[in-house]
């Protein structure tokens, strides 16, 4: 499975060698979802570290954390090693942030961290298609990306239990909910295992349910919107509102030029931006495939809403075919990443 791994999974999943099974979960795949890695060590900033931490910390030298979670999603298992190999290998762990949070859990993850773990996280969803996520954490709950919907599940106790329901690019349907995060105070047996025995319970009995929930809204054109990346890099260029029109500002593809009473604005090619212009370069452009017809709507905003997920800022605008979307050279990976992880065809 490592080898199916998206490039922007920096740390790769723990994945249970009975997980794909369902085994221990009536056929149903659950995957839990941690917040961060703390590695004080850069020799053991890996790939696998996730792997060799499960395995070490799981199973051959248990932690409290991972008791803590192993007891709660499985109440009713042993400690001994059989049991605690069986546990860990019924599941998947993932962590959801992809850098080292610091060297200690009092370092918290950077907003550009909890940004940054959307792509990923819905590549994951979509390798290892579970049936329900358990997540670990109130901040980390807080900081997943908005879901395609939610569901109100009922704890035995009678407790309200809100989970949220995701929808992977290839269509992966996962329902999840939350518990306090294991190692903090106000974690408790006693509301965490009934929230997640309501959740295993869902994914088994509500199959159908959970899948219409889900569907995804419809595009307003049925397949995914293609987008191509265009050579040249540019520049946005600002002149005062009277000067004529330059020629150097019809270089490159696109080249736009728009005029008003506060202004005149040019995009062309950056290297063809005289020194002395107000300008500022380094955008790349992404071009939608139309032509589309005017009175189709939601075209632009099926483009930018996975972009403005992902924290990338843009400059767009349109022709009288199609729409243009420029992001930072920088950002034109996490960006074709996040348009492909929202079902575009980016490239």
Not at 52 to 79: A, S
Not at 269 to 279: F, L
Not at 290 to 308: E, N, R, Y
């Amino acid at each position: 499975m490592t080898e199916l791994m998206h490039e922007s999974i920096r740390y790769h999943p723990w994945i249970g060698s009975d997980y794909h099974s369902g085994a221990g979960f009536s056929g149903r795949r659950i995957l839990i979802l941690g917040e961060s890695h703390y590695i004080g060590d850069p020799e053991w900033d890996t790939p696998d570290f996730s792997e060799v931490v499960v395995r070490k910390f799981g199973i051959v030298e248990p932690r409290r954390f991972f008791t803590v979670v192993r007891r709660t999603v499985q109440p009713e298992g042993g400690d001994s090693p059989e049991e605690r190999s069986a546990f860990w290998n019924s599941v998947a762990f993932y962590n959801y942030v992809q850098s080292s949070a610091g060297t200690g859990p009092r370092e918290r993850p950077t907003p550009e961290m909890w940004r940054d773990g959307a792509v990923p996280f819905f590549e994951v969803l979509s390798a290892l298609k579970p049936h329900g996520i358990v997540v670990l954490g109130r901040e980390l709950w807080w900081n997943l990306p908005k879901p395609a919907g939610q569901m109100e599940l009922a704890d035995a106790g009678g407790e309200s239990v809100v989970a949220s329901i995701y929808v992977a690019r290839d269509g992966t349907r996962a329902l999840a909910a939350h518990v306090n995060h294991p190692s903090g105070r106000g974690f408790s047996y006693s509301r965490a295992r009934p929230a997640v025995a309501a959740l295993i319970k869902a994914v088994q009995d509500r199959s159908d349910e959970i899948a219409g929930a889900t569907s995804p809204q419809p595009r307003p054109d049925p397949a995914a919107l293609a987008l191509t990346i265009l050579p040249d890099p540019l520049a946005v260029c600002r002149l005062d509102p009277g000067e004529p029109v330059p020629a150097w500002a019809w270089t490159g593809e696109p080249a736009c030029v728009a005029r008003t009473r506060d202004e005149l604005s040019v995009v062309c090619r950056e290297d063809a931006v005289p020194e002395g212009i107000r300008s500022e370069g380094g955008w790349r452009c992404l071009r939608a495939e139309g032509p589309f017809d005017f009175a189709l709507t939601g075209i632009l905003s099926a483009i930018l809403a996975p972009l403005a997920a992902a924290g990338i800022p843009i400059f767009a605008f349109s022709t009288y075919d199609t729409d243009y979307i420029m992001v930072k050279a920088e950002d034109l990976p996490r960006a074709v990443g996040a348009l492909r992880a929202a079902g575009h065809r980016a490239g």
